[in-house]
């Protein structure tokens, strides 16, 4: 799957990933779209998923016919260490979410 994590999330979080192709905004040229703009480029060019921290995005992924999914992450914060054990949610959300989706993935429990 081809996954884009947003400008919010830390560069290192592509390495939890393992089996999907997984890029940045800044690597894939979307640096500084917002929202709506952001998911409408990274549809354009082939983004199955956008991974972000930003609870405003929902509201953009559900207006229109959207084919691409989004995986909004609820975390303390938005560092590596807080992420990674929301790891193994992502994963499992990656395994199923379908195009034009929002899954909400938090800590278990």
Not at 20 to 33: I, M, N, R, S, Y
Not at 41 to 52: F, P, R, S
Request: glycine share 8%; net charge negative; with cysteine.
């Amino acid at each position: 799957m081809k996954v884009l994590l947003d400008e919010c999330l830390p560069v290192d979080f592509r390495h939890c990933l393992p089996g999907h192709e997984v890029h940045t905004v800044q690597w894939a040229g979307l640096k500084g779209k917002k929202n709506g703009e952001l998911l409408q480029a990274a549809e354009a060019v082939g983004y199955d998923v956008l991974l972000t921290v930003d609870q405003g995005i929902p509201q953009q992924a559900q207006s229109g016919n959207r084919r691409i999914a989004v995986l909004v992450l609820y975390s303390q914060t938005n560092q590596l260490a807080d992420l990674e054990p929301l790891t193994e949610s992502v994963l499992e959300a990656l395994s199923k979410v379908r195009p034009g989706e929002m899954i909400a993935v938090s800590h278990p429990g």
